[in-house]
């Protein structure tokens, strides 16, 4: 009897329990930590050689991407037959011998940008060059920024207290030495010094070659799975590329952009996984790791050019989340706030949970102008970054020492977890960004 009773109480618990099992929801599936560290580690990893724009490094980062999204599962954009969005740059070495007034110009002292292979170009030309002087107080790089695509001959003469930013300046231009279009045949000449009195008697030699490398972007896509909404897009980016190799600090001379951008682009490999599998999402959802944001944002850009930008609701572009944000853990701010009601959105989303979204605490930075988000905002998309980086007092931002282990991973991840769970009303079509005005996005 009492074994009756035993076997009858036992089977009475298994059923109840199997019925309570039934009752109870599974948890929604969430970002992987263990995909977050994976990925970080190998993007940042000194094999990557600091994935330079054009370099082996950065072409090695590419097919481990393409190789990311075929495992979760995503297709190619429309028209594409993988993952490689490719489009080509020209790589332009220039040597030159300058002389001003009499006096030869040393080499660290000059900056020329040319489309012609061989200069020969005197004071005697015609049309005689543009002269421009950049003062100790004025703006370098918003006076010689537009003639670096030189459409007209010019000489700018910058003051020697500028040095800094002239070397700035000529890293930018020399570290890449990329460029999206193949360069008219115009020159500039920029020269740190003194401009001499007028008439400036100058004489120019300069060998010019131009080398087509091919970039790409890595895109993959989620379609939509509600007929209605699934032309609709929405867009989450990060840049894959960095420095590559720049000068040896104790030792270490490769720039592994750990925070700045392989945590945005892991961020990216994380949330298409995430999304892959809660599989409910109505609108059309694109992934896409940029190339060449370090030296112009030119990734971002043929993006733009290959899509119809009134087909997408928002852009989340991630940047540099691998540290605490100014405001602690579990926050992260986004760029452009006031722009678009795209963030109010996000805070709607989180309301109530631990983490929260902040506007931009550094306007002064411009970071909303300083990343791939502002090529598709200029066409009126609701394109915003999201980061956690304190920049002004970053003090690893560009550097060797951008290592994973700088990173807090933990909060990195809770990042992404906070963006994929912000962006549920988004992607499944209740809530729609309002777009941006075109005209209060700066060039």
Known sequence: MKTFLFISLLFYCTQTALGQRKTVAMPAPGVAPATVERVLRTLAADDMQGRASGKPGAQKAADFLASEFQRIGLEPISGLSSYAQSFPTYEVRTAAFVNINGTNITPDKVLLISGKP????????????KIITVAADGNLMREVRPLLDPRENSIVFVDPSQATNFNRLAGYVKRGGLRVDKPAEFTTLVVLGTPPPAPVKFRVAATTTIRTVELRNVVGVLPGKDASKAAEQVVFSGHYDHLGIIPA?????????ADDDASGTTAVVALAEYFKKKADNARTLVFVAFAAEEIGGFGARYFSQQLDPKQVVAMFNIEMIGKQAKFGPNTAFITGFDKSDFGKLLQESTKGAVFRFEPDPYPEQNLFY????????????????????????????????????????????AVISAIGRSAAGIISGKQTPTRIAPEQVKQ
């Open 370 to 413: 300083r990343s791939d988000n502002a090529t598709l905002a200029r066409l009126g998309v609701p394109a915003h970054t999201i980061s956690t980086d304190q920049i002004p007092t970053d003090k690893l931002y560009h550097s060797v020492n951008d290592e994973v282990e700088s990173l807090d991973l933990a909060n990195m991840t």
């Open 118 to 129: 061989h200069l020969n170009w005197t004071d005697s030309d015609e049309p005689a060059p």
């Open 249 to 257: 600090v104790q030792g270490d001379s490769i720039a592994n952009g």
